[in-house]
């Protein structure tokens, strides 16, 4: 399979403090990547990397061939763990922003999600609650025929209710050509989301294997490999 | 660009409209204002109609602008609100460019407000005729502002980008901030004096003898044209800094 990601010896400092250290990753297409490790383990930091919000770090990043830059952002979308939307927009006008920005962008597959989602056209994206912008922002994102999909916490603080919805559009959302990384520490709601899984902490890979190959390498779920990967971390 | 820029416009609506209903306030006032109505040209209420008619409102519309560019430059940055034009394909360049074009706006907004405060209201001895600016003498006052205010805007917003970009990860990156901002401002005093030697060496230099030949009309013209070729400079200026800015976010964004 193609590669959509490449990453060599990427490091990443905050101050003293060490994000992400000389980290090695492919990710293929058509597939369903989790990031799962605990808080602080570089997760959205190398998130915000792929997005281009972070441009100052060492190493090489490839997104289809190409260095984070303008470019790769046409093809890139990026769910934050925050709400990073203009809080003065109604609905419609995310909508239409999202259309000016992103050729890729589908009007009608984000009308449909949003209804699916009862989210109204005027409502203004500053009173809605937590979760109706967690749906929005979801709703926006996967709207997107975009090439690598990476979604930072999209679970956080939401109801089990919108949180099935939310797996639903993610998986009616997954196409052959385009890869989705999801980064969460809820392991057990992405669980029968994922294909492989990418296993982070403390700024290191621990591991990175394909789902079926680790369930029939160690009999376990993701969640017990996640604990037991965690417990010494 | 203007994708961005109709945004920018939009999310600073309230602003805008606060703008007009200035304007329109002050325009109403100077068309009720005919005739030495205060007295001023005898000396009365001088002091009270310089404050309230000029004073006051020309520091409000000081803040008024400065709230207005610290809100279109930095709001991206001062929250997380906002966050989504940096996942956009749009080049670093021309997202300060929109921003800077914006800024524009209300610097005109304030620029004729100001004109409309000091030149129709304050002055003494009020006519029926409004004092309107020739389009030169607009384009030119228009252009000396401009280019003078967005040198300033852009020092500090490059000094305070420092703590989003390079300097994010230090500890004392507001410190480093200030210092870069004295040296820029440093820097380009040095520049503009040496300009200004330059431009005057150049129309007096007895080499050249210009001043020789040169009638008034001449001199004024040599003058006139050092006073252009000052706005130039301060454009090319301009433009570099907005470079330098975009290729900051472009290649040392850490957010």
């Known amino acids: ?233 | 660009m203007l994708k961005l820029l109709k945004y920018e416009l939009k999310s600073n609506k309230k602003l805008l409209i606060l703008g007009a209903v200035m304007f329109f306030i002050f325009v109403m006032m100077r068309i009720a204002l005919t005739g030495d109505i205060f007295g001023r040209a005898n000396g009365f209420n001088l002091v009270i109609s310089t404050v309230f008619f000029g004073g006051l409102p020309i520091i409000g519309l000081v803040i008024y602008f400065l709230y207005a560019t610290y809100k279109i430059m930095w709001s991206e940055f001062s929250r997380h609100e906002g966050r989504v034009s940096f996942t956009t394909p749009i080049s670093g360049f021309t997202f300060v460019s929109s921003k800077l074009l914006t800024v524009l706006v209300f610097a005109i907004i304030a620029f004729v407000i100001q004109l409309i405060l000091v030149q129709n209201i304050m002055s003494p001895g009020i006519t029926s005729n409004f004092f309107i600016l020739s389009p030169t003498s607009f384009i030119s006052q228009i252009l000396e502002q401009v280019t003078g205010s967005f040198k300033h805007i852009l020092i500090i917003f490059i000094s305070a980008l420092f703590t989003k970009t390079m300097a994010a990860n230090v500890k004392l990156k507001k410190s480093l901030a200030f210092i870069i901002f004295i040296t820029l401002h440093i820097v380009h005093d040095l520049f503009a004096r040496v300009l200004l030697i330059f431009v005057d060496a150049v129309t007096n230099f007895p080499l050249f003898n210009w001043t020789f030949q040169a009638g008034p009309i001449q001199l004024q013209n040599l003058t006139e044209a050092g006073m252009y070729f000052g706005y130039l400079v301060d454009i090319i200026l301009i433009v570099a800094m907005t470079f330098l800015s975009g290729i900051l976010i472009d290649k040392k964004l850490n957010l």
Request: proline residues 2%.
């Open chain 1, 1 to 233: 399979m193609d590669n959509i990601v490449t990453i060599r010896q990427l490091q990443k400092n905050f101050g003293s403090t060490n994000a992400l250290n000389s980290i090695n990753l492919t990710l293929e297409k058509g597939k369903v990547y989790g990031l799962l490790g605990p808080n602080a383990s570089g997760k959205t930091t190398l998130l915000k990397i792929l997005a281009g919000l972070i441009s100052n770090y060492s190493g090489e990043i490839l997104i289809d061939g190409l260095k984070p830059s303008t470019k790769t952002k046409s093809i890139v979308a990026y769910l934050p763990d925050r709400s990073d939307l203009h809080s003065w927009m109604t609905v419609r006008e995310t909508i239409e922003y999202y259309q000016d920005f992103f050729e890729d962008f589908d009007v009608q597959k984000a009308k449909k999600t949003m209804e699916f989602m009862d989210l109204n056209d005027n409502d203004v994206v500053e009173k809605l609650s937590k979760g109706m912008k967690a749906r929005l922002k979801l709703a926006l994102t996967l709207a997107r025929d975009a090439k690598l999909y990476l979604l930072d916490e999209p679970f956080d603080g939401i109801d089990i209710k919108t949180r099935e919805k939310l797996i639903e559009t993610i998986i009616n959302s997954q196409r052959d050509e385009s890869c989705m990384l999801i980064s969460t520490h809820h392991v057990n709601y992405v669980e029968y989301l994922l294909e492989a899984l990418v296993f982070l902490s403390k700024g290191h890979i621990l591991l990175k294997k394909n789902v079926e190959q680790l369930k029939e390498e160690n009999n376990k779920s993701i969640v017990e490999m996640y604990m037991e990967v965690f417990a010494n971390a």
